[in-house]
Every structure is written in C-alpha cells, then in structure tokens.
C-alpha cells in the first residue's frame, strides 16, 4: 500500500505558530530511506513537538518530581529523631493579641530544644497587608496560615487548616491547639489521632453581648475538646480554676504551665525622647479591656502625663469619640497597631503600664511592661495578682468597680513613685515554659491518657 502524501495530524494548527495557513503538516514517504521527506519547515515541525511536550509531558514530568519529593521527604521524617509538634491557633504574629504572641513564644522555645514545630495559623481575609502564607523561622519552626472563609475576626474558621491537618498528620506527632474561643481547637478534636494537647487561653466570661451569647451555645460544645485532650494547658491558677468551675472532670489533666515574657528583648531597647512621663495601655482595643475607664481618669490625673495607647480593634472608634467628648485630646495619644520595635520602646518608655481587663488568663501585656522597666497599675483580679507574684514584681491593683477618680488616683501615686530598677532578671524563662510543655507531651506519648 502506498505512503506517498500521508496525512500527519497535528495537535494544533501551525497557524498558531508561525502565522502559516496550512491546517495539516503532508509529509511524503520514502519507502526505500524509510523516514519523512520534505516535511514542513523545521521551526513549525518543532513548535509542534514543543507543544506536546509543554502541554501534554511536562505535567507528567513535574508530577513525577513532586511525588519523589514526597518520597523522599518521608523517607527524611521516618529518620528524624525529633518530637515532631503540630500547633493549631486562630492567630499569629503579626496579629495583634497576646493569645499569638504566646503561641510564637512557645513554638520558638520548642524549637530551640530542637523539636520540629510546624505552626498553622489562621488570618482574616478583611486585612489589607495579607501575612505570607508559608514562612519559615528557623530550621526548626515554619508556619503556614490558612484564610478565614466565615465567622468573621473573632470567631474565623479556615476550613482549609483542618483539611491540611487532615491530610498531613502522618508529619507530626504531637497535635497542640490553641484558643478555646474560636472554632480552630474544636475542629482540631476530629481531624486525626494523634495525641491532642490543648491551651485554652480561657475566658470564662464573654466580653460582649454577643459573646455571652455565643458562649451559651459553645460552651457545652466546647466540652468535646477539654474531654479528648490528653493535657489542659493553663497559664496560671486563675485560669485553671475557671476552668474547672466549667469543666470539673478534667481535674485530672488540667495543669498549670506559667508562661513568661522573654526579657532579652529588651536588651539595648533605646526609649523614646518624651517631654514628660508616659502612662501605657497596649493590646487590643475590646469592650472587656475598659480603655474607657483609663481615657476618663485621665481628667483626673495630675502631673502633665500622657496616655499612649498601642492596638487596635473593635472598640477603636468608640474611645477616640470617648476622646473627644472628655476632652482629654492634649494627653491621650492613640497610636493603632505597631511594630514590635515601637511597642518595645513604648514599654521601655514608659512610667506606668496599665491594664483594666475584666478577664484575662495571665495578664502579659501588665508583665512585658513590667519586665521593661514601668510600674503596674491594674484591676484586681486573680490572674493580675497570680502573675505579678510569679514574676516577682509590684502592682497597684485597683477594685473592677472603682470609679475614674480611684484609678487616677493610682496612676497619679504610681507616677510619684516610680521605679528605680528594670526588672531584667526573671526566675523563669520561655525556655523553661518549653521544657514543661515538652515533658507533658512525651508522658502523654509513653502513658496515653486516651488509651487508659
């Protein structure tokens, strides 16, 4: 049968090559030589061949990489001799909070004993400058954060964060999450088997209405988590017995884990120049925080202080019309969010440091700025004293229910008597805190609660 003027298809026209107008490439047959004769041009011949290849080989050639990747890698882990920690949280550095610092201390702490931590993190999509999504620390700490799909900033679920769980959990040995008022923990519960830890970082309140009532539909919810941990992790005391106030039959694994504040940080932290002295509140801006109650003593302060403020959130607004309205505008100074190095040199700054937070589970903004150098002034309650003792620093602490003129009275005597020292030396460190974690997590790996 004869060859002569076969008809070779072409994956796609020519045309789009090299503008020519033919549709086919003919191609006649030497049936003594046995090869094409007089093809087409050899530029649109190899446009053909490299279409193939880019649209129909590489795909298969990148797969075949990946794959061997992952081959490879899990080759790698099966050696690793490191514990492998996986930390699940609503929030991360650079969102403001304390609950994210306390997780970004943790998890460097870790890693400095050489565990391989592996962060994943939460962030709202309503931001304007989006984190980076992968980010790696240290050969020891990476962090991957995942885009909140409903539930707003304060109640945020990423979907996408369980179903990495989900589908990477032979990568991890230990699973930690963090925050017992956002979805991430509870989803977590189900996600896989690995031993599961949990931090609270535990209000048992709700610092708005709508939290209240949120917290009447989550909190037996919520049980699933406490019941499943093999560890309850808590910041002090005070968090702990309101916890079991909530929660009584976790008495057993509940246990308490001080946290601390790094004071290295505030090695060679020059201060800000100011023309008299600072009163600083930092953190974020929430209804439960009373900023309020701090911008209304300031009527009543003497002494030409100033007030700086240091955060954002939801009740921004509100206290800047608070401002206004007490006209307080010449001493109160509202900064928003700021960087690490500008907080700290806030901290540095500052004279006082003050907190009137209704709940909190340690109270670390009251501790950095102590640390720094400032006296605190703060409400007293069981978390602000627990941490003051424990850090062995002095307080003011005044009754959640005093009025403006009591807390400026307590920032005015506070001012007269600063201190004379920075409190640089502390009895326990992050690595400490690390070391305690990290021996939780191998008791629960060698005598699983669970399994009992």
């Given at each position: 049968?004869?060859?002569?003027?076969?008809?070779?298809?072409?994956?796609?026209?020519?045309?789009?090559?090299?503008?020519?107008?033919?549709?086919?490439?003919?191609?006649?047959?030497d049936?003594?030589?046995?090869?094409?004769?007089?093809?087409v041009?050899?530029?649109?011949?190899?446009s053909?061949?490299?279409?193939?290849?880019?649209?129909?080989?590489?795909?298969?050639?990148?797969?075949?990489?990946?794959?061997?990747?992952?081959?490879?890698?899990?080759?790698?882990?099966?050696?690793?001799?490191?514990?492998?920690?996986?930390?699940?949280?609503?929030?991360?550095?650079?969102?403001?909070?304390?609950?994210?610092?306390?997780?970004?201390?943790?998890?460097?702490?870790?890693?400095?004993?050489?565990?391989?931590?592996?962060?994943?993190?939460?962030?709202?999509?309503?931001?304007?400058?989006?984190?980076?999504?992968?980010?790696?620390?240290s050969?020891?700490?990476?962090?991957?954060?995942?885009?909140?799909?409903?539930?707003?900033?304060?109640?945020?679920?990423?979907?996408?964060?369980?179903?990495?769980?989900?589908?990477?959990?032979?990568?991890?040995?230990?699973?930690?999450?963090?925050?017992?008022?956002?979805?991430?923990?509870?989803a977590?519960?189900?996600?896989?088997?690995?031993?599961?830890?949990?931090?609270?970082?535990?209000?048992?309140a709700?610092y708005?209405?709508?939290?209240?009532?949120?917290?009447?539909?989550?909190?037996?919810?919520?049980?699933?988590?406490?019941?499943?941990?093999?560890v309850?992790?808590?910041?002090?005391?005070?968090?702990?017995?309101?916890?079991?106030?909530?929660?009584?039959?976790?008495?057993?694994?509940?246990?308490?884990?001080?946290?601390?504040?790094?004071?290295?940080?505030?090695?060679?932290?020059?201060?800000?120049?100011?023309?008299?002295?600072?009163?600083?509140?930092?953190?974020?801006?929430?209804?439960?925080?009373?900023?309020?109650?701090?911008?209304?003593?300031?009527?009543?302060?003497?002494?030409?202080?100033?007030?700086?403020?240091?955060?954002?959130?939801?009740?921004?607004?509100?206290?800047?019309?608070?401002?206004?309205?007490?006209g307080?505008?010449g001493?109160?100074?509202?900064?928003g969010?700021?960087?690490?190095?500008?907080?700290?040199?806030w901290?540095?700054t500052?004279?006082?440091?003050?907190?009137?937070?209704?709940?909190?589970?340690?109270?670390?903004?009251?501790?950095?700025?102590?640390?720094?150098?400032?006296?605190?002034?703060?409400?007293?309650?069981?978390?602000?004293?627990?941490?003051?003792?424990a850090?062995?620093v002095?307080?003011?602490?005044?009754?959640?229910?005093?009025?403006?003129?009591?807390?400026?009275?307590?920032?005015?005597?506070?001012?007269?008597?600063?201190?004379?020292?920075?409190?640089r030396?502390?009895?326990?460190?992050?690595?400490?805190?690390?070391?305690?974690?990290?021996?939780?997590?191998?008791?629960?790996?060698?005598?699983?609660?669970?399994?009992?």
């Amino acid at each position: 049968m004869s060859t002569v003027g076969t008809v070779l298809p072409l994956v796609k026209s020519p045309t789009s090559y090299l503008g020519a107008t033919a549709s086919t490439v003919v191609a006649r047959w030497d049936p003594c030589r046995g090869s094409p004769m007089r093809a087409v041009p050899t530029a649109v011949a190899w446009s053909a061949v490299r279409h193939v290849f880019v649209q129909r080989l590489r795909p298969v050639q990148v797969l075949a990489r990946r794959r061997s990747a992952h081959r490879l890698e899990a080759r790698l882990m099966a050696r690793d001799t490191r514990l492998r920690v996986a930390i699940a949280t609503p929030s991360y550095p650079p969102d403001l909070g304390g609950l994210g610092n306390h997780v970004h201390d943790l998890a460097a702490a870790l890693a400095d004993l050489g565990c391989a931590v592996s962060v994943m993190s939460q962030f709202s999509t309503r931001v304007k400058a989006r984190p980076p999504l992968i980010e790696r620390y240290s050969e020891n700490l990476t962090v991957r954060r995942f885009p909140n799909r409903f539930g707003g900033h304060r109640f945020g679920y990423a979907p996408s964060l369980r179903r990495y769980v989900e589908h990477n959990d032979g990568d991890f040995d230990v699973l930690h999450a963090f925050g017992s008022h956002a979805p991430v923990a509870l989803a977590m519960t189900g996600a896989t088997d690995k031993p599961f830890f949990f931090s609270p970082v535990f209000h048992a309140a709700g610092y708005s209405r709508l939290a209240d009532i949120a917290h009447v539909a989550y909190d037996p919810v919520a049980k699933r988590i406490f019941e499943k941990a093999e560890v309850v992790f808590c910041s002090s005391n005070a968090e702990r017995d309101e916890i079991l106030r909530l929660y009584p039959f976790c008495a057993d694994w509940a246990k308490v884990v001080a946290i601390t504040v790094d004071s290295s940080m505030y090695e060679g932290v020059e201060p800000f120049q100011t023309d008299r002295p600072v009163i600083l509140s930092c953190g974020r801006l929430d209804s439960y925080k009373r900023v309020g109650s701090v911008i209304e003593a300031m009527t009543h302060v003497d002494g030409g202080a100033e007030l700086v403020i240091c955060g954002s959130g939801p009740d921004e607004s509100r206290l800047r019309t608070l401002i206004d309205r007490a006209g307080v505008a010449g001493s109160v100074r509202m900064l928003g969010r700021v960087s690490d190095e500008d907080l700290h040199r806030w901290q540095r700054t500052a004279t006082v440091v003050v907190s009137l937070s209704t709940h909190e589970s340690f109270g670390l903004s009251l501790a950095e700025g102590a640390v720094a150098g400032a006296t605190i002034v703060a409400f007293d309650i069981a978390a602000h004293r627990q941490m003051a003792d424990a850090m062995g620093v002095s307080a003011a602490f005044v009754p959640t229910s005093a009025t403006p003129e009591t807390v400026a009275a307590a920032l005015s005597d506070a001012l007269d008597h600063p201190l004379t020292s920075v409190h640089r030396e502390l009895p326990r460190g992050w690595g400490d805190v690390a070391r305690d974690t990290m021996a939780l997590y191998e008791h629960s790996l060698a005598s699983p609660r669970q399994s009992a």
